[in-house]
């Protein structure tokens, strides 16, 4: 990333909205946020000079899914994590999405993890905040579980917003891949596609992001730092 970029991130404001879900469906395991998809946007973001505000449905602490914290799922992203006392301190203390306002932020971004099948699925004030993002010129961000979060964002005709947009998302053959597929409340690929997006996907967990107007879609975790890189550049370019 130029210069240039950093400079006009200078004084941008993010907003990330995290899951509050920590039951992973009725395996009496434990789910949350993927941290990875949360800790490589926050610092490529945050490097930049970006504002970020954390936002969750509880708010308070966002609950950071058990594998994703494994020795094998680790980045150097989730390494800095783990030794910045003051970001985890962030997650640990959200705001409460209910108080927070489009109008206050250039974007918004939403990390995955298995947490938001369940919580931001079907969180109303979630997919109304989404909303006025895009509908106010705004970019929105969404990886891996999170474009799950798009399921009841409409448009100013209350049709399926991501109808016949390019999205994309944790795929059917990941899902199964994780052995995840009986669990989830849906397949996040086919609830897609049941709203008349058109779904894209790449190899599995490969990095696959995909950009149409204002909405940015990634794949999986590896795709994280691309979809932040594109939302950069829409909140640079304006």
Known sequence: MNTNNTHQSKGKKILFVVTSHSDLGNTGE????????????????????????IASPAGGAAPIDPKSTDPNAQTEATKRYYSDPATQERLAHTVALSTVKSEDYDAVFYPGGHGPMWDLAEDKTSAALIGAFLHSNKPAALVCHAPVALQHVVD??????????NVTGFSNSEEAGV??????????????????AHYQSGPDWQSFSLQDGLLIT??????????AE????QVTSK
């Open 30 to 53: 434990k789910t949350g946020i993927w941290i990875e998809e949360f800790a490589a946007p926050y610092y490529f973001l945050h490097d930049k000079g970006v504002d970020i505000t």
């Open 156 to 165: 100013g005709n209350g049709a399926p917003f991501v109808k016949g947009k």
């Open 179 to 196: 052995k995840l597929t009986t669990v989830v409340p849906f397949l996040l690929e086919d609830m897609l596609k049941s709203k008349g």
């Open 218 to 227: 990634g794949q999986n975790p590896a795709s994280s730092i691309a979809v």
């Open 230 to 233: 594109k939302l950069l550049q």
